[in-house]
């Protein structure tokens, strides 16, 4: 039997219909329990409520024993009910019913719960303003009134419906409609019985072209393995044991303590004899026990942010706030950085803010409209990444942003950021063309909103996770980037020195023979060194693209490349500044770094590579070992010339201070080794070459100074001591007060 449409009130009809149309915003109206609209009492007399149920895909149905029966030509289910029998009705019934297939099936309707979002939430959200917004936003089981499932909530404010859909409702967009928080954008919904690893996303209804379509999670915590798309409903039971680490970043005088960063692309790093990827956990154990041995203090991850391709580096991301499922699941994910730090490595994320790629299924044109993007793709999109750029104006934007930086932070324990390409966002006109963009409504060409944003995020950062440092790839030179807001700074912590790499690495791939022209190039880094806190990069940049592997770089044959490259790899750890070196480097990989295959491992087992290798492995204890080399990286005061005029002979020496400390470094940038070579000495006593770089464990020649110097009452170089050396080719010696 069908209950006649003339039957119902003009309310209730136009309400059916608009459902129908998957054009209504708020079906918690007139589904579930509703008293009877009072047109309709004359009709219905005595009955004065209506249960209904929206089922497009069955055949009949029920609430607790009593039938429901369709509107005529509708999936709408509806009994007319007494005030009795709406009180014998618990507050959450449970709707039976039996599919076309005749399969027969019990659920708890969503339609009988109150709105979960409270007006703070969506003030703060409105305001910008909600640090934790991913306990609100996006999918989260919970248990209310009793009853387990999962609570939705998606900001999507021009959308004229949304819709849970996923394998739980056959994907169909009518089945669980949500209701939208007045004039929020926040659409909302509760459904019993959902349960973790249930697959779900969000079809959307424009409310201009009521064109539909579906769209992930922005806020999902864990996706589907490529190339699906869906995302996944998730849960941690992790136990973290890394309370003695998290005391100790808390209390993390960054700016006077060893850094020494790892930079490592999961994918490549290692793989499986098969070719195929190591998971999380797997990574942990291979990736700690070497770190640990060559003696880095932190991991800096590329982007491990859900992303579609595995031909990429990460960049492209699609899912913020889910570790990608490549490796394993979020908890893999937290195994991985827990494990490195009761290990006492510190984990960095590179996390990338300023744009994002217009993969139909994700974050471009969210609710049909150009919601995290700006509209005018003369703000709105890369030129030469083809990606969309945030909306840095719009508070929901903003607020995705950092409460994104904050989650991975907070919630998965990251110990830092490296923030991808700042440039891009505080230059309206980068890398554009006149014509191509908009000045600021002062006329000019610097991004108010992105500065207003970069400033926030690293107010939020360093007020909420104490210890944790936000590093700019900035390549510019903006003033004050690591400099605190409140002087007018950008806020980050450090910014990569991307001067000094480009200095370097051009001066080190010049012929000896002509770097007595260019020597300015090694000299010039200090007219600037104290103006940042600098990160020393030499980064998975500088070898793709047809530019070679470091050792490629080098000039000479194969002895000299490899002297080469133990003096860059000794100069890059005694210069002032923290360090970051890409995987593969510290043992000479030849070939170019590829996304799409392990490192070149067997080359450790080769002479030249090893002994490269080991001179990576000893710098960086020296480092560690060494307050001289790190107390002072951002002070002046801490770094002296010996001498820096000495072009013709390419030499260079320079002393590192402490409080107690002073290490002398002596370069010598040419192929011909310099006997009694005079340098200065900053006091009197017998001094031990800690580090020579052409020692016969690194695979150089063993020429030296038999490891002891003593000095001489002889005034040189502006010093009041000094000594006769043996300087090798291509190298470096370290000298210690014993």
């Not at 000495?681 to 150089?700: M, R, W």
């Amino acid at each position: 039997m069908q209950i006649s449409w003339q039957t119902l009130g003009k309310l209730l009809q136009t309400n059916i219909r608009v459902l129908a149309e998957g054009r209504h915003h708020d079906p918690f109206h007139f589904l579930g329990c509703h008293p009877v609209d009072p047109a309709e009492k004359a009709e219905h007399k005595e009955n004065g409520w209506t249960l209904t149920a929206w089922l497009p895909t069955a055949e009949s149905a029920s609430v607790e024993g009593i039938e429901l029966q369709r509107i005529e030509g509708s999936d709408m289910f509806m009994a007319f009910i007494t005030d009795k029998q709406k009180e014998a009705l618990p507050k959450h019934f449970a709707v039976k019913w039996t599919e076309k297939d005749n399969s027969k099936h019990e659920a708890v309707s969503p339609y009988t719960f109150l709105p979960q979002l409270g007006e703070l939430d969506l003030h703060l959200f409105s305001e910008g303003q909600h640090w934790s917004l991913y306990d609100v936003l996006g999918a989260h089981p919970k248990v209310i009134d009793g009853i387990s499932g999962v609570q939705f909530a998606v900001w999507a404010p021009s959308a004229e419906r949304v819709s849970v859909v996923g394998d739980f409702n056959g994907w169909h967009g009518l089945r669980h409609p949500m209701r939208v928080n007045g004039g929020s954008g926040v659409w909302e919904l509760f459904i019993p019985g959902l349960q973790e690893g249930d697959i779900y996303k969000f079809e959307i209804r424009n409310h201009q072209t009521g064109h539909c379509f579906t769209k992930t999670d922005p806020y999902a915590v864990s996706m589907e393995h490529r190339p699906k798309t869906g995302c996944v409903i998730y849960e941690s039971k992790h136990q973290w044991n890394d309370q003695a680490w998290s005391k100790k970043l808390a209390e993390f005088d960054w700016q006077k303590s060893p850094i020494n960063i790892y930079e490592v692309h999961l994918g490549s790093w290692q793989r499986t004899d098969e070719g195929g990827f190591l998971n999380y956990r797997e990574i942990a154990h291979r990736l700690v026990e070497y770190v640990k041995w060559m003696g880095y203090t932190h991991i800096e991850l590329l982007p491990i942010s859900e992303h579609p391709l595995d031909e990429s580096w990460g960049y492209q991301t699609t899912g913020y706030f889910s570790p990608t499922s490549r490796f394993g699941s979020p908890d893999d994910f937290r195994y991985f950085v827990d494990y490195c730090h009761q290990n006492d490595i510190g984990v960095f994320l590179d996390w990338v803010p300023a744009h994002f790629p217009k993969d139909e299924f994700a974050l471009g044109r969210f609710d049909g409209s150009a919601l995290y993007e700006h509209e005018d793709p003369r703000k709105g999109e890369h030129q030469d990444w083809g990606t969309y750029i945030f909306n840095f104006g719009r508070n929901e934007v903003r607020n995705f942003l950092i409460s994104n930086a904050l989650y991975w932070l907070k919630e998965l324990h990251i110990d830092g950021l490296r923030v991808d390409a700042v440039a891009s966002m505080l230059y309206l006109d980068y890398s554009r063309e006149a014509g191509q963009w908009v000045a600021n409504e002062h006329g000019g060409r610097e991004n108010l909103e992105a500065i207003n944003f970069l400033r926030a995020l690293n107010e939020q950062v360093h007020s909420q996770c104490p210890g944790a440092v936000v590093m700019a790839e900035e390549s510019t030179s903006w003033p004050m980037v690591s400099r605190p807001t409140w002087m007018g700074g950008l806020g980050f912590s450090m910014k990569w020195n991307m001067g000094w790499m480009n200095d370097t690495l051009d001066y080190f791939e010049k012929a000896p023979i002509f770097r007595p022209y260019h020597h300015n190039q090694l000299t010039f880094s200090q007219v600037y060194a104290y103006t940042e806190n600098f990160v020393l990069p030499l980064s998975h940049d500088e070898v793709v693209h047809l530019k070679g592997s470091l050792i490629e770089k080098m000039p000479g044959d194969n002895w000299q490349k490899a002297a080469n490259l133990r003096l860059l790899l000794a100069y890059q750890a005694l210069h002032p500044g923290k360090k970051l070196l890409f995987m593969g480097c510290e043992f000479a990989q030849w070939g170019e770094w590829s996304e799409s295959r392990a490192l070149d491992w067997y080359l450790c087992d080769q002479p030249l590579n090893r002994g490269i290798q080991l001179l990576a492995k000893s710098v960086n204890e020296l480092y560690k070992s060494h307050p001289a080399l790190y107390e002072r990286d951002f002070e002046a005061h801490g770094f002296e010339w010996i001498d820096c005029h000495d072009y013709q002979q390419s030499v260079l020496s320079f002393i590192r201070h402490a409080e107690n400390q002073k290490l002398v470094c002596v370069f010598n940038f040419t192929p011909v080794p310099r006997e009694h070579y005079r340098i200065g000495l900053p006091q009197a006593g017998n001094y031990i070459e800690v580090l020579n770089s052409d020692s016969e464990i690194f695979g150089g020649a063993n020429i030296g100074n038999a490891g002891l110097v003593i000095s001489q009452e002889t005034p040189w170089m502006n010093q009041p001591y000094s000594a006769e050396l043996t300087l090798p080719p291509l190298s470096v010696v370290v000298l210690r007060l014993e």
